[in-house]
């Protein structure tokens, strides 16, 4: 089974800093099959990107993800207030497997 | 919009059993297979079953395979998870989220299931 591995555990950073979050996978998979949720807290998560770098309904552009193989990562290019919050890769294989999370942290 | 709303969460006794129910509206339920989620307090996300848009198929994770059965009613657009021989570990929130199966477009607000004595 695919382990994703999420870094940093927590990232702390300002409103209108770059936000640059890194899942690793145990071994190569598909950026097909790689998505990102966000989750605030006492809230649902919500998918934020498919397909590793495609945005879902209503992300909007400040959102961005890339990567291929083993190491993908989101990127929030300039934090707002309401992107506080957690952040979870997944990926879909022999079963659909989440990392561990990253918590962007108000600095 | 697409809405799911979980309900039959509550607090049981381990070894018990406990049903949840996940209706859903907003687009057409029987074009989608739906997952269902579980959050332990204060912890990550844990994926525990998928069924295909028409039943014909159910995928379970290993730790629930065997003690948890997903099922779906298309005709009243409603997803169920009946668990049986429940243990502490079990104790979550349990998100429902539609499909496809490679990720989870939507999801409900959850319902909380805790097991104790």
């Known amino acids: 089974e695919i382990v994703l591995t999420q870094s940093p555990g927590t990232l702390s950073l300002s409103p209108g800093e770059r936000a640059t979050l890194s899942c690793r996978a145990s071994q190569s998979v598909s950026s097909s099959y790689l998505a990102w949720y966000q989750q605030k807290p006492g809230q649902a998560p919500r998918l934020l990107m498919y397909?590793?770098?495609s945005r879902a309904t209503g992300i909007p552009d400040r959102f961005s993800g890339s990567g291929s193989g083993t190491d993908f990562t989101l990127t929030i290019s300039r934090l707002e207030p309401e992107d506080f919050a957690v952040y979870y890769c997944q990926h879909y294989g022999s079963s659909l497997t989440f990392g561990g999370g990253t918590k962007v942290e108000i600095k | 919009q697409v809405q799911l709303v979980e309900s039959g969460g509550g607090v049981v006794q381990p070894g018990g059993s406990l049903t949840l129910s996940c209706a859903a509206s907003g687009f057409t339920f029987s074009n989608f297979g739906m997952h269902w989620v579980r959050q332990a307090p204060g912890k990550g996300l844990e994926w525990v079953a998928f069924i295909r848009y028409d039943g014909s198929n159910k995928y379970y994770a290993d730790s629930v395979k065997g003690r948890f059965t997903i099922s779906r009613d298309n005709s009243k657009n409603t997803l169920y998870l009946q668990m049986n021989s429940l243990r502490a570990e079990d104790t979550a929130v349990y998100f429902c989220?539609?499909?496809?199966?490679?990720?989870?477009?939507?999801w409900g607000q959850g319902t909380l299931v805790t097991v104790s004595s």
């Open positions: 397909g590793a770098s």
């Open positions: 989220a539609k499909g496809p199966n490679i990720r989870l477009d939507y």
